[in-house]
Structures are given as structure tokens and as C-alpha cells.
């Protein structure tokens, strides 16, 4: 919920209703008609969640749905670093499939991890060195689907209701790897 205020609800957990949506839009070969996108939309918003104080949450409007799918990968990696730093683990290099990465310390006698970041296409953009950091890469177009001869990224703007359906390459580095997966 931090994380969704932070970026202007642009990572928002409760997409599920769009997901859902979109995922039949596909199956079903069609796009959905505007009420429907209307409809999941106001199904959405951080605000609608409300953190119980013994840690549960409440969705306080019916047929919400949360999608943790857009920071998964990055809860994971951060439990993976803990486990290896836990163990005494100094220098590591995580690597889930190249989208989330984590740099514990750096390789020896070097400054930082090397990664060369890559369009989806695998042409080189540019080369970074990571040293204690988490980085996150996602592509529009990663993940796609057709619709109608119309080609849609997996990318779903919550702000409304339609995946994206051009190409951009988001980056980031931050301290944990959830964040930077949402950021």
C-alpha cells in the first residue's frame, strides 16, 4: 500500500479486477466494451484496502481482487537475500530471469556486480555495476498478447483500465527488490 501511494497508485495490488478482464479479452478474442473497464475500475483502489492490526488486510468493496503479480518476483528475491545473508553469505549475485536481480556486496576485487541491461529485443542499452542494491527491469512488450491483430503489452495502466500498446523499458534500482519491482 505504501509502495501503490508512492507511485501515484500506478503499482496498484488491487488490479485483479483488470487482469481478470483482460485475460478473457484475450481468450475471448475481443476487446471488452468500455462499461466493462469502467466497471473493473471501480472495483480498484489502495484506498478500499484497509490493514487489520493483526497484520491481515480487508477489501472494503465487494468483488476485489488483489494481484501481488507486479512485486512477486521481488518478494522473492528479497527472501532469497535474507536467507543467504542469515548464513553469513557476504558476496552473492541473484539473478530471476533477468528482470529482478540482487547485488550483496560486490565480486572480489571489484567495485560492483556488472549487468548489462538489454531491450527486449536483446540489444544492449547500457552496462551498470550494482554493489548492495536491487534492480528491476520490465518491458511493455515482455509478455504480450493479439488481439484483433492489435498487439498488447501485459502491462495493465490502472489509471484506465487499457494494457499498454507501446513499447517502453522501465528500470530501477532501490534498496529492496520488492520496491524496485513496483517502482
Known amino acids: 500500500l505504501r509502495l501503490g501511494g508512492e507511485t501515484e497508485e500506478i503499482m496498484d495490488i488491487t488490479v485483479g479486477p483488470l487482469n481478470d478482464l483482460w ?11 468500455p462499461p466493462s473497464v ?4 471501480g472495483r480498484m483502489g489502495i484506498a478500499k484496502v484497509q490493514l487489520l492490526p493483526d497484520g491481515s488486510a480487508e477489501l472494503r468493496q465487494a468483488a476485489m481482487r488483489l494481484d501481488l503479480g ?6 522473492a528475491v528479497d527472501r532469497l537475500a535474507e ?25 572480489p576485487e571489484h567495485e560492483g556486480w556488472p549487468v ?18 536491487h534492480l528491476s527491469v520490465s518491458g ?4 504480450s498478447s ?3 491483430e492489435t498487439r498488447l503489452g501485459h502491462l495493465i495502466d490502472p489509471r484506465d483500465g487499457f494494457p499498454l500498446h507501446h513499447h517502453t523499458l522501465g528500470v530501477a534500482v532501490a534498496r529492496t527488490a520488492t520496491e524496485a519491482e513496483a517502482l
Open 116 to 133: 548489462m541491461l538489454q531491450s527486449d529485443d536483446g540489444a544492449p542499452i547500457g552496462l551498470m555495476h550494482l554493489e548492495d542494491q
Open 70 to 75: 507486479g512485486i512477486g518476483k521481488g518478494y
Open 146 to 148: 493479439e488481439i484483433r
Open 83 to 107: 536467507i543467504l545473508i542469515q548464513e553469513g553469505i557476504e558476496s552473492a549475485f541473484i539473478n530471476f530471469g533477468r528482470s529482478s536481480l540482487a547485488a550483496l556486496g560486490s565480486p
Open 23 to 33: 485475460k478473457a479479452a484475450e481468450e475471448q478474442g475481443t476487446f471488452p466494451a
Open 38 to 41: 469502467t466497471e473493473a475500475l
Open 140 to 143: 511493455s512488450f515482455g509478455h
